[in-house]
């Protein structure tokens, strides 16, 4: 994917969630998520949706406009600031002739990047080989596309289909056994905590907000602060000695 020369292509509309976040804040939310794994944003629009259509989402008439700006730009990816079904991923990925990322498939990957820890790591694939599974078979189209789509290549079937969700339904198994453990050593970890007679604090809030720029002035710590979405995720736990002298 970093390879590849892209924009990204964000799309609001009014609804009670826009009237929190505007189309203005959210288009500059989902340019900042495509950046934060260093994807080129060549191009970005806003994309006002009357109502969504089921095997596209945008209207034709839009559809078309934005095949000629991905075509005059020589785009390669086009992120839509939306969570789409795998027809809709499908159907846009053969009308612009580019691959479509999703809001959900955006934030994988940048998960991807950012985990660290083995729960972090663990859950992260795990949340993105569900993600996968549900789009085997548009991924299946994508390929047959790049073959030229006839031939004895012309696709893959449902045999060699059946046998990718297997594998992938396999490797979840195995990751949810992983997890399993991973989250018994962690209660064990809490348990061994409660046993301290200090007060735990959290500072939780929405991503880029701060959290990591305040925990480092509280506690004195050097975790990565930056102004950039998702730039840490795993948790961090330190002692602070307040000024009356008590420890949290």
Not at 14 to 33: K, M
Not at 122 to 147: F, I
Not at 221 to 244: C, H, I, N, Y
């Amino acid at each position: 994917m970093p390879a590849l020369k892209r924009p990204t292509k964000a799309r609001a509309h009014a609804n009670g969630d826009a009237q929190i976040h505007s189309p203005e804040n959210r288009l500059a939310e989902a340019v900042g998520l495509a950046k934060a794994i260093d994807l080129d944003v060549i191009d970005a629009a806003i994309v006002p949706i009357a109502e969504p259509r089921p095997s596209t989402l945008l209207g034709s008439g839009k559809v078309e406009e934005i095949k000629d700006r991905v075509a005059e730009l020589e785009i390669g990816l086009v992120v839509v600031d939306y969570n789409i079904t795998p027809v809709q991923q499908r159907n846009l990925e053969k009308a612009w002739n580019a691959k479509v990322l999703d809001r959900t498939g955006l934030i994988l990957e940048i998960f991807g990047e950012r985990a660290r820890t083995r729960e972090g790591v663990l859950q992260v694939e795990l949340a993105h080989l569900t993600y996968q599974k549900g789009r085997l078979v548009r991924a299946w189209t994508h390929l047959e596309r790049q073959r030229g789509g006839g031939g004895f290549l012309g696709g893959p079937g449902e045999a060699q289909i059946e046998l990718d969700r297997r594998m992938l339904q396999d490797r979840i198994d195995a990751i949810k056994r992983d997890l399993a453990d991973v989250v018994k050593t962690r209660d064990l970890h809490r348990k061994g905590r409660r046993k301290v007679p200090y007060p735990i604090v959290a500072i939780v809030g929405y991503t880029n907000a701060g959290k990591s720029t305040l925990f480092n002035k509280i506690t004195g710590a050097g975790v990565v602060a930056m102004d950039q979405v998702f730039a840490t995720l795993d948790p961090t736990m330190r002692e602070v000695k307040l000024p009356s002298a008590r420890r949290i």
